[in-house]
């Protein structure tokens, strides 16, 4: 991956969007990465700082928490233009979930979270599959309940 080497912040969320998807853009003659305010492109994934907590308990684990960080991905010319930015995971009555905002800044619910498990390296892991209303932004190549890597989340 490309970007900045700074060391991963402790408290925060890690996610490598999808590892074939990254793996295509590697191939591409023409791929930009951006990892922006805040946001870092580590080995393991991009990792976005925790901005805001005071909507979570962590007792319950309901509520939102926010993190901050724009990634952008563009390739082909800039037909393929992706942004993951500002991503929050959100418990709710519908379920867990994450939502980013996208290259139209609007904010989109990109994946159904599961249940969480113990991570490797500290923190939990929760697998995270495509939403319906993300398909589009993956030029329809992958169907809804498609698996993306999992949401990392440390030091919250
Ligand atoms: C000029 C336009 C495009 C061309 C010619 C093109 C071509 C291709 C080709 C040939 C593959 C198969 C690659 C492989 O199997 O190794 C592919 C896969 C893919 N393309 Fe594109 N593509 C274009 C635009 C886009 C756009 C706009 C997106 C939006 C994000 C996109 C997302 C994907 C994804 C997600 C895959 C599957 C990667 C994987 O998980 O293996 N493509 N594309």
Redesign the pocket.
Known sequence: MVGSTAPAPLRGMRWGI?A??LA?LAHLPDTAMSATDGAVDSPEGFVFPLEDASDFDARTGAGELRFRGDVRLRG?GG??S?RFANPRVTVDDVGPWLSVEDAAGARRRVAALGTPRSAGGGGIEIPAALTAEAVA???D??PEGTGLDPVVIRGV
């Open positions: 999808k074939s998807f295509y082909h037909m393929l992706v932004c993956f030029n190549v992958y």
